[in-house]
């Protein structure tokens, strides 16, 4: 919003166009504002915003000390979250408007003009160079996604640059009759623990909650509500009326909470944790309450400053961490979810030749159908009823075909199915008729054992038919070598209440070598020259997923068995299709 004040200004310098000079729009829509006043009051209305925001912040930060430097500097976190919002060939319009507020705001009319400008200019450069470095050395500098970004924002933004200006402000503090090493301790430790504090509050909270709004369900905003409780009567006890120091086990009472925080919310409530507390403990500071009383502006500084250095940073660390296992765990699981579909689309592949056979069978029928309809036809006198049910068959073939079809396109599709409770036999059975054609032309004998009144399960329709299609096709290939009478299929459905549902896959092919059956499940792990070593892998991914297990084992006779076990789903009724 703000980068748009420099156009503006560019805008006031060109020529006056028809609607500057009062000329209407032809195309103008009657009753709304015109374009052009879109962006101006927008960027009127944040700068008014930023120049608010500054105000205030430059009050609370001179509310501890005119004459000392304040343990958190307020303005900075405000001037360097504008600064990271807007181009850098801009930044000179939010510098000069803070100059305004420097110079003549009534918290500092007592307090020479040559040191107003000397601050000035430390703080201004202080902002432009940590916004330049943050813009150089992180890819997001709004976000810490990844430690080494924190840890860059602490290097630049925490020390090397608040330390080296602080050399000039306390030399500029020496001018007034301080000496130099304390003035530069508290300069410094004031614009290091702004950073630390405020600025990620700034923008996880405020410049955060516009970039993605997601309404969390009603346990998280009880969760929400609970840690915000637990932080302010934790925050309380600690920041109480009474109070001998820091020593007392009250002072640790909001740490739990602020654990909490980081672990369950991220940085978003970690940063917000730490604003709570900033808030509660800076207020106690100002009114001389609990751990403060009696202590000197020097003094207070000093211990406001340890309390929440000692518990943002380590707070911070753990909740980048566990965003960043978070991220990673995400970029896995879509991995695995590409390299299933990968094998979806490759096991197709080697049934593309059976489906099309499959497919070619309604098709012809239907040909034939039509054909003999249009010889119905002809004739002067048509049987209606004959011609009747050549018309029955072929919507029974149209719709076989479809059934076909539909099967395809949900094997082929990208994203996941949303889990829903599954009938076991149903899936082995809508599984078969895609490999029917593959069984056929491999002249395979197909023999199914389906027990009764299984329970239903909770399952992704389609990741559960890759998997079934994966077992089906090795199992054809395994029995390629062998005799036509040999080659014989078994697929098999049963219960078990300590286990779940189990469906098995046997073939009477040449088994598994005892030396591979440990690695069959190895990724790239194959024993067919053509094949790439994926299917069984994303068969045991996709049964783990369904918190379920696959195992193979070979036949005491001949041939090999795979099976699997998924849980049943919470009601332990048979399935019952929803449409019967």
Not at 142 to 171: H, K, N, Y
Not at 246 to 259: D, G, K, Q, S, T
Not at 354 to 364: D, G, K, M, R
Not at 467 to 479: E, S, V
Request: hydrophobic fraction near 50%; proline fraction near 6%.
């Amino acid at each position: 919003m703000l980068p748009t004040v420099s156009t503006l200004l560019k805008r006031a310098r060109a020529p006056a166009s028809d609607a500057d000079r009062g000329v209407p729009d032809p195309q103008a829509v009657p009753g709304l504002t015109p374009v052009l006043s879109q962006p101006l009051l927008r960027s009127a209305l944040a700068f008014c915003l930023f120049e608010v925001a500054y105000f205030y912040a430059y009050r609370f930060g001179m509310s501890f000390s005119k004459a000392s430097a304040s343990p958190f500097w307020f303005p900075d976190s405000v001037l360097l979250c504008a600064l990271l919002l807007t181009r850098p060939g801009r930044w000179w319009i939010l510098v000069l408007g803070i100059l305004p507020i420097r110079l003549f705001s009534e918290v500092a009319g007592d307090i020479p003009s040559w040191f107003l400008l000397v601050t000035f200019a430390i703080d201004s450069a202080k902002g432009v160079l940590t916004a330049l470095a943050l813009r150089r050395f992180i890819k997001n500098p709004l976000r810490f996604e990844t430690m080494q970004d924190f840890a860059r924002f602490c290097l630049w933004a925490v020390l090397l640059i608040p330390a080296a200006s602080a050399l000039a402000g306390a030399a500029a503090r020496q001018a007034l009759g301080e000496p130099f090493w304390p003035a530069w301790e508290q300069w410094f430790l004031g614009d290091a623990l702004t950073h630390l504090v405020v600025t990620p509050a700034i923008l996880y909270w405020v410049f955060g909650a516009t970039r993605k709004i997601r309404v969390p369900d009603a346990k998280r905003w009880l969760e929400g509500g609970v840690l915000v409780l637990g932080l302010l009567v934790s925050g309380y006890l600690a920041f109480g009326p009474s109070g001998s120091g820091f020593a007392e086990p009250r002072f640790y009472a909001p740490v739990p909470f602020l654990f909490w925080a980081a672990i369950r919310f991220g940085m978003s409530g970690a940063s917000g944790a730490i604003a709570i507390m900033a808030v509660l403990s800076v207020d106690a500071a100002l009114g001389g309450r609990g751990p403060f009383s009696g202590d000197s502006p020097a003094e207070t500084a000093e211990e406001l400053q340890q309390f929440l250095l000692l518990r943002a940073a380590p707070l911070y660390l753990v909740a980048i961490l566990i965003e960043q296992g978070r991220r990673v765990e995400q970029q896995v699981q879509q991995q695995r979810d590409q390299l299933a579909y990968l094998s979806r689309v490759a096991s197709l592949g080697e049934l593309s030749g059976s489906l099309a056979h499959e497919l070619n069978q309604p098709l012809t029928a239907i040909l034939n159908n039509a054909q003999a309809a249009q010889r119905f036809l002809a004739r002067d006198n048509a049987d209606l009823n004959e011609l009747r049910e050549i018309l029955g068959d072929i919507v029974a073939d149209d719709r076989r075909a479809g059934e076909i079809i539909r099967g395809l396109r949900q094997l082929f599709k990208r994203s996941p199915a949303p889990q829903e409770p599954l009938d076991v036999n149903g899936l082995v059975r809508d599984s078969l008729k895609l490999a029917h054609g593959q069984l056929v032309s491999a002249n395979v004998d197909l023999r199914t054992e389906l027990a009764d009144e299984l329970p239903a399960i909770n399952g992704d329709r389609v990741q559960l038919q890759q998997l079934l299609l994966n077992l089906i096709n090795n199992a054809c290939n395994a029995m390629s070598g062998a005799e036509d009478g040999d080659r014989r299929l078994a697929v098999r459905t049963g219960f078990s209440a300590l286990e779940g549902v189990r469906v098995s896959v046997s073939d009477r092919g040449h088994g598994i070598a005892d030396d591979n059956l440990p690695r069959i499940f190895e990724p790239f792990f194959t024993t067919r020259p053509e094949g790439m070593g994926l299917g069984l892998t994303v068969c045991r991914t996709i049964a783990i997923a369904h918190r379920g297990k696959l195992w193979a084992e070979n036949n005491p006779d001949q041939g090999a068995s795979f099976h699997f076990i998924l849980p049943q789903s919470k009601a332990l009724a048979p399935f019952q299709d929803p449409d019967a």
